[in-house]
């Protein structure tokens, strides 16, 4: 089968993220970027299925050029293929984004023939958008079901499972097909040896971006109000363990 | 003008988020001088028009199709369009959720307009002729954008537990909507469930005892159960503690894991890096137990302890047991 991988370049912040003086972006002089964690467990989940089903996995990203680390990333843990839709900023709004996608994905389609799966990472650890696999799937004309905590293929059909309040739902698509997957959904493997050497030798394949500007304008980005905290040190070691239980008795925690 | 609520349930019970967005939608709306309606979606829910009432609605929009019997983000993202396309709402707002988000999307994409997920405030001076100023959540929450919706309908959901369902009851008008749905939306309807056993879950307890690196492998983490236990609690983990393979997924705290707001939240050998912060930072008190005095969560947490949770741990639940014996 053949699967197609959407993921995105995403700082990895530490204890504090800052912003730029222009307020536009998170300043990344000092942060190392990976990839968004649900299309993590998106490549992976992509990767079993070829493993057990065999075929390719396609891994696609729209970004700086720079966001060809991520690609060589995901070939490094098992990905075959890669796609690179460079744009010169960090981010385009959804709708803008979306429309990219979904145009290079029909181009590579006329050339390869239909993926069978087109994953999603949920939302973008970032960005927090939660929209634009939905909007990638309506223009391809697919159906997508997102919050993806398993994806099994059954008889030719991609089985999902997603968690509720009550417990879990089960949805069934016929492919082609299109999932935002979670993170949980599975354990992302390390890079291989094997892996590491087919991430230096893959063909990273080069598309054009193009797409409308969408209805969504950022302004400016802004830190949350800190919570004031004088922390009150219990103690050191374990005789801070009477205090500690003081605490949990005050807390109401044993009645 | 009009602000749009769309209600978010699960097979006819209302969910606790969709009460904030019906106050939220009622505030909207008196500030721009709107009318303030409702939509719900499967005649499953028609009886929520009563609930809706309580809230202030002045008309209840229930879409109905044979097919609405379960949730399906595609047809319920049909559904939502169509009832946009013929009432023209200035605003529609949804549940910062799950299925909030996704139907949303869904609206979003067939009616080909911008869509602002998890919003925190609402430009105070929005009148519903100008574009409208959002406030809204990113990185789950430890970063904010301030974004500008410009489309002539603005589509957002609320971000949970920001404004908190308040009465305000008037009598609703019921419009019972046909809605036209076909074939291309009728696989992605839930096709099966498997209810969870009830009992109490880490997004419900009450006492959460949590390990990070720090607790240094699976079975380390005995001791953190055992503590857990005495406190009638449940034990989660961080990030770093999935990734290593010593707890399950389901576990975690944090902005891909799961949000949680106990009474207290201990936290043993957990660093607090933004990604675990955001899932915790609901707690209403937090006992921080560490070996490094600087680290990010001692200095957020309200109450810490400085030392090995390895020794700290075990000596907390040998007091309790003196102190508590069962």
């Known amino acids: 089968m053949n699967i197609l991988v959407c993921v995105k370049r995403v700082p990895a912040p530490g204890a504090r993220i800052n912003i730029t003086s222009d307020g536009q972006q998170v300043d990344t002089a000092f942060l190392g970027f990976t990839v968004s964690p649900h299309e993590e467990c998106a490549v992976e989940q992509a990767v079993q299925l070829i493993e057990k089903h065999g075929g390719d996995v396609t891994v696609l990203t729209l970004g700086p050029t720079e966001a060809e680390e991520q690609l060589r990333t995901a070939v490094s843990t098992g990905a075959t293929k890669a796609v690179l839709v460079p744009i010169d900023t960090t981010d385009w709004d959804p709708q803008r984004t979306a429309q990219a996608i979904a145009k290079v994905i029909g181009e590579l389609e006329a050339t390869n023939g239909k993926y069978d799966l087109v994953l999603f990472g949920n939302e973008s650890a970032d960005s927090c958008g939660y929209q634009v696999g939905v909007r990638a799937a309506l223009k391809l004309g697919r159906p997508i079901v997102n919050g993806a905590k398993g994806l099994d293929i059954e008889n030719g059909v991609a089985v999902i499972r997603r968690e509720s309040d009550a417990g879990v739902e089960i949805y069934k698509l016929k492919m082609p097909a299109c999932v935002g997957v979670k993170e949980g959904i599975n354990l992302p493997r390390y890079p291989t040896m094997k892996g590491r050497l087919a991430s230096k030798k893959v063909e990273i394949t080069q598309s054009t971006a193009s797409g409308e500007i969408g209805g969504l304008k950022l302004i400016t980005l802004k830190r949350p109000p800190e919570r004031a905290s004088n922390t009150k040190i219990l103690g050191n070691g374990p005789e801070a363990a009477s205090a500690v239980v003081d605490l949990l008795e005050e807390l109401g925690v044993f009645k | 003008m009009t602000v749009l609520a769309v209600v978010e349930h699960d097979r006819g019970t209302i969910t606790d988020a969709s009460l904030g967005v019906l106050t939220a939608a009622r505030n909207l709306a008196k500030q721009m001088g709107a009318k303030f309606e409702a939509l719900t979606i499967g005649a499953n829910a028609d009886a929520l028009s009563e609930v809706i009432s309580k809230y202030g609605a002045t008309t209840v929009h229930q879409a109905h199709n044979a097919m609405l019997t379960d949730f399906g983000p595609e047809a319920w993202g049909e559904s939502i369009a169509q009832v946009v396309r013929k009432t023209s709402p200035q605003v529609v707002i949804s549940s910062g959720t799950e299925r909030g988000h996704e139907i949303i999307a869904q609206a979003a994409a067939r009616l080909d307009l911008p869509a602002a997920m998890n919003c925190l405030e609402f430009d105070k ?202």
């Open chain 2, 125 to 326: 001076d929005f009148n519903g002729t100008q574009p409208l100023k959002v406030v809204r959540a990113r990185w789950g929450g430890s970063l904010m954008e301030e974004t500008e919706i410009d489309a002539p309908i603005k589509l957002v959901t609320l971000a949970n537990h920001i404004v908190e369902g308040a009465e305000e009851p008037t009598s609703s008008t019921i419009a019972v909507f046909e809605v036209d749905l076909d074939d291309s939306v009728k696989q992605t309807f839930v096709q099966d469930r498997v209810e969870r056993v009830a009992g109490v879950t880490l997004a419900t307890s009450p006492v959460v005892v949590s390990g990070g690196r720090g607790v240094g492998s699976a079975e380390a983490f005995a001791p953190l159960e055992e503590l857990a236990g005495l406190l009638n609690g449940v034990v989660g983990c961080s990030r770093a503690v999935t990734n290593n393979g010593w707890r399950n997924h389901t576990d975690q705290v944090g902005q891909t894991g799961t949000r949680i707001a106990p009474d207290i939240y201990i936290a043993c050998g957990i660093s607090g890096a933004i990604q675990h912060w955001v899932g915790a930072m609901a707690s209403k008190n937090i006992l921080a137990i560490n070996i490094d005095a600087q680290a990010n969560i001692v200095t957020k947490a309200g109450y810490a302890v400085i030392g090995d949770l390895h020794v700290v741990v075990p000596a907390i639940s040998a007091e309790i047991r003196k102190r508590h014996p069962k």
